[in-house]
């Protein structure tokens, strides 16, 4: 062990704490940006509103991150976006993942080039439009990010800049959901500041503002920002658009108001008229337990979303990996794991929890470590 004091920080306390143990990629991040501020486990805790051990815990390798809302206050008491302790975008590891990672680049010029349009577009041929913002939605729900990614550079052509008002009701429609499509792609990968500055651009009509404003949700809470998600929502509206109850829900979990989320989701399963979208709400009271640690419920809940598409069902086994890792039952969490990577491998790739997971999960199943393994050397972690 080192005996020279750690940067920013005037003893080697800090020094030992990190070379005690093994962290998780939080954990580090963690430590990191602490002796960075200059900050001792008990400042940060005092900042953040946590627990002194949890901070020790995480630094150490013996805790993970799997709640938003502990994410949040972290990030927070370092004043520091989320993405900073997760190290989202994640560095390309591998073609597939390279060529989703350009994504980033594509939407820079895009919004480089509207910035200096200095005017609006034309008229957009509706039908390709639509035809390439359901393809880049359906390839991102299916798993496939790779044939969503080749999609976009034509998508963003075709969206061009603002259109003058009246330029076409239904054009109108189609650019915003196109800007809905590629801004959850974006999210997805950890490109947030794009993602937002390329809804901003989305400027929907009435029949596609819900969608916007789903989105916008979901990326304030990937943001940490769930008290703002919940702001944005609370326009007087007397009933919540069934496209922004379920972020709602999880927004209102994050911040530990169980009762409205659960009456947010209990609408939310009322409107619900397809296997499917009933699937999506016992995936998002799933990610609410999860907001206040009732692991078994979140088990309960997923058995109940059997009808997600790959994309958004290895999210949420990725989920439950981690529920049945805090309930002890780590043969179940590999096992998840293991399913939620089969079917979507790049969306795990850039899950956060999942590399939460396979950091912590070798010492709690070492009759796994070969399949653990071969998930961390594909997600660049070994």
Request: glycine share 8%.
């Amino acid at each position: 062990m080192s005996t020279e004091p750690a940067i920013g920080y005037a003893s080697t306390l800090v020094t030992y704490e990190m070379d005690s143990g093994d962290p998780t990629p939080v954990g580090r991040r963690l430590a990191d940006w602490r002796i960075r501020r200059s900050l001792s486990v008990a400042d940060l805790a005092t900042r953040a509103g946590v627990p002194e051990q949890l901070i020790e815990d995480l630094e150490t390798g013996q805790e993970w991150i799997d709640q938003g809302r502990v994410l949040s206050s972290l990030a927070a008491g370092l004043q520091l976006d989320p993405a900073e302790l997760t190290g989202q975008p994640y560095m390309p590891c591998g073609p597939g993942h390279s060529a989703v990672h350009s994504l980033g680049w594509f939407a820079r010029r895009y919004l480089a080039r509207i910035l200096s349009a200095g005017g609006v577009g034309g008229e957009a041929d509706e039908v390709r439009l639509a035809e390439l913002a359901d393809g880049v939605r359906a390839a991102d729900e299916a798993g496939e990010l790779v044939s969503a990614a080749q999609m976009v550079p034509c998508l963003l052509e075709l969206i061009g800049p603002p259109r003058p008002e009246g330029a076409g009701r239904r054009a109108a429609v189609l650019r915003a959901l196109a800007h809905v499509a590629v801004s959850r792609l974006l999210r997805r990968l950890g490109y947030r500041d794009l993602a937002w500055n390329l809804l901003s651009y989305a400027f929907p009509p009435p029949e596609a503002r819900p969608a916007v404003l789903g989105e916008e949700v979901w990326l304030l809470l990937d943001m940490g920002q769930a008290k703002l998600a919940v702001a944005r929502t609370a326009r007087g509206e007397a009933d919540v658009p069934a496209e922004v109850l379920l972020p709602l829900a999880v927004a209102h979990a994050v911040l530990g108001q169980e009762a409205e989320s659960e009456h947010l989701l209990a609408s939310a399963q009322e409107k619900a008229i397809s296997a499917r979208q009933r699937s999506q709400v016992a995936s998002a009271g799933a990610f609410a337990a999860a907001e206040g640690a009732a692991y078994h419920d979140v088990l309960a809940r997923a058995a109940g979303a059997a009808g997600l598409p790959a994309g958004d069902r290895s999210a949420l086994l990725v989920l439950t990996a981690s529920a049945q890792a805090r309930l002890g039952q780590y043969g179940a969490a590999v096992e998840d794991l293991t399913e939620a990577e089969s079917l979507a491998p790049l969306h795990v790739r850039l899950d956060p929890l999942a590399r939460e997971l396979v950091s912590v999960l070798p010492a709690l199943a070492q009759e796994h470590a070969e399949a653990l393994g071969g998930i961390a050397a594909r997600l660049d972690m070994k």
